[in-house]
């Protein structure tokens, strides 16, 4: 057995010395704030006793909801195909794999920043034939400040207590040893949709015009949490 020399690394104390107490806390951070975007998703379907005649009907359905989404201009942020399927459908009854008809449909998402026009949207994409509405989904975009706000907000909290605590005990911080972002955000709610809206029309558009949809954004929400570690001047205990 051997006795480790005095130039041996010494494993660090995790609650400090009586000549330097730490101090570890949490800070906190909650905002609430309007949303930024919203997405809507958009289904468009074709169905027919003929293949050909199921994508034909599909694709000019198709290209008339991307010509009133790209007619939008500015205000739609994003567009995107997200998927196409043409299915056969087997007759229930008789021999053999006799198709009965076929199903065609594309996915698509569209972003927009503008909410007045969103209603507007909606309202129009909903009254088009075979076409499904999904939506909206608000939140903020990856990038916003709202996200360096939270985040700050939680260092002078978790700074403010740390202070508090130590004039309780009538001294002093000296020094921050340790912050850790605990990554507690949770801004975006793009998996679960937010004030949902579904809409299917089976028939040709309404011939007077629908009026557009009143939508209210809905609030977001952004958490921030950081650890910190303090030392402080000893106290007169």
Known sequence: ????????????????????????????????????????????????????????????????????????GDAVEHLETGGFSITPELARHGRGERVHRYHGSVHITAELADFT???ELTTRLADLELTRVDGPWW???????????????????????????????????????ELADIGAEHAETYGAPQRRMRSMSLGAADADATAPLDLEPQRQHVYAQVNARFTMR???L
């Open 1 to 72: 057995m051997t006795t480790p020399g005095t130039d041996d690394q010494q494993p660090a104390v995790p609650y400090g010395t009586p000549d330097a107490p730490r101090i570890a806390v949490r800070g906190e951070a909650h905002l609430e704030v309007d949303p930024e975007i919203a997405r809507i998703g958009i289904t468009v379907a074709a169905r027919g006793s003929d293949r050909r005649a199921a994508l034909d009907d599909l694709t000019r359905r198709n290209t008339t909801v991307l010509d009133l989404v790209k007619s939008y």
């Open 117 to 119: 026009t969103l209603g």
């Open 139 to 177: 939140a903020l975009r990856p990038d916003s400040p709202v996200h360096r706000q939270a985040r700050q907000q939680a260092v002078r909290e978790a700074v403010q207590r740390a202070r508090e605590y130590a004039e309780a005990l009538g001294t002093t911080l000296a020094a921050l040893v």
């Open 234 to 236: 000893p106290p007169s």
